[in-house]
Nanobody, 120 residues
Framework: QVQLVESGGGLVQAGGSLRLSCAAS????????MGWFRQAPGKEREFVAT???????YYADSVKGRFTISRDNAKNTVYLQMNSLRPEDTAVYYC??????????????WGQGTQVTVSL
């Protein structure tokens, strides 16, 4: 059974930084593309960034140049470094396993989410 546990969310002022982590278990981590998605209040969940098993990365236009996704296969962990945060980045951030380049698969596994709040 795949388990994904996110951490690192919190409250930060605009312009600040946060680093999210997602620890995975129950799968051969290095074989799978991993991704971060987010859902703001009243909005649908949206793609943020993904990283393939080989390390190729994809980003939503809204975060390109500010966010960096990375993975450590030895630690079964994927990260999202978020810099120059804006109030519109406020959302619950979800980690997902076995994703496509810019979206989830029907059978993607999901974490429970971590709240990121960016204040003015």
């Amino acid at each position: 059974q795949v388990q994904l546990v996110e951490s690192g969310g919190g409250l930060v002022q605009a312009g600040g930084s946060l680093r999210l982590s997602c620890a995975a278990s129950g799968l051969t981590f290095s074989n799978y593309a991993m991704g971060w998605f987010r859902q703001a209040p009243g909005k649908e969940r949206e793609f943020v960034a993904t990283i393939s098993w080989s390390g190729r990365t994809y980003y939503a236009d809204s975060v390109k140049g500010r966010f960096t996704i990375s993975r450590d296969n030895a630690k079964n962990t994927v990260y999202l470094q978020m810099n120059s945060l804006r109030p519109e980045d406020t959302a619950v951030y979800y980690c997902a396993a076995d994703v496509l380049a810019t979206g989830p698969r029907p059978n993607s596994s999901w974490g429970q989410g971590t709240q990121v709040t960016v204040s003015l």
